[in-house]
């Protein structure tokens, strides 16, 4: 676990690159649910987006408890937490077209994806952090001056 959490030097390195996330939510029957996202670091929170009716945003209403990894083979980050959900389309459109820049690299693609998520009612998921885990490079890089 790393000392600093979300601050930690190593670990905001990590999670800066455009990897995906694995979100984990709570389902109203106990049973774990995860799901596949985009994420964007700002500041000390970890900011998601989902369009309204899926299952894990819901079961985010319901339970705000989260677990949400990034991985790169055996090196991962984990953050254990509880979010704050955003139905602002202002902001929520906002965040959703930087994090689709950041993901897509084809201006078609890219100009595609935005005409879609702003026809849809969108959900700014913000993630923050009580615990932090990791392991492989992120923890090794703690040893390296990474303060």
């Known amino acids: 676990m790393s000392p600093r959490g979300i601050q930690d030097l190593a670990i905001r390195t990590f999670l800066d690159r455009p990897r995906f996330g694995t979100l984990s939510t709570i389902d109203a029957d106990g049973a774990p649910f995860a799901a596949v996202v985009w994420y964007e670091l ?4 970890i900011l998601v987006n989902s369009a309204e009716g899926r299952r894990w945003p819901a079961n985010l209403r319901r339970d705000p408890r989260c677990s949400f990894m990034v991985e790169d083979e055996y090196d991962y980050v984990q953050i254990l937490g509880r979010v704050r959900l955003d139905d ?8 959703m077209g930087r994090m689709a820049a950041r993901y897509l690299s084809d201006p078609a693609a890219l100009a595609r994806n935005i005409k879609v ?4 009612q969108r959900i700014l998921i913000e993630i923050y952090a009580e615990s932090v885990f990791v ?3 992120p ?3 703690q040893t390296k001056g990474g303060e």
Not at 89 to 94: S, W
């Open 135 to 137: 392991s492989g490079t």
């Open 88 to 95: 602002g389309q202002e902001r929520a459109q906002a965040q």
């Open 117 to 120: 998520f702003r026809s849809q």
């Open 42 to 45: 700002a500041g000390d929170t």
């Open 139 to 141: 923890a090794a890089d």
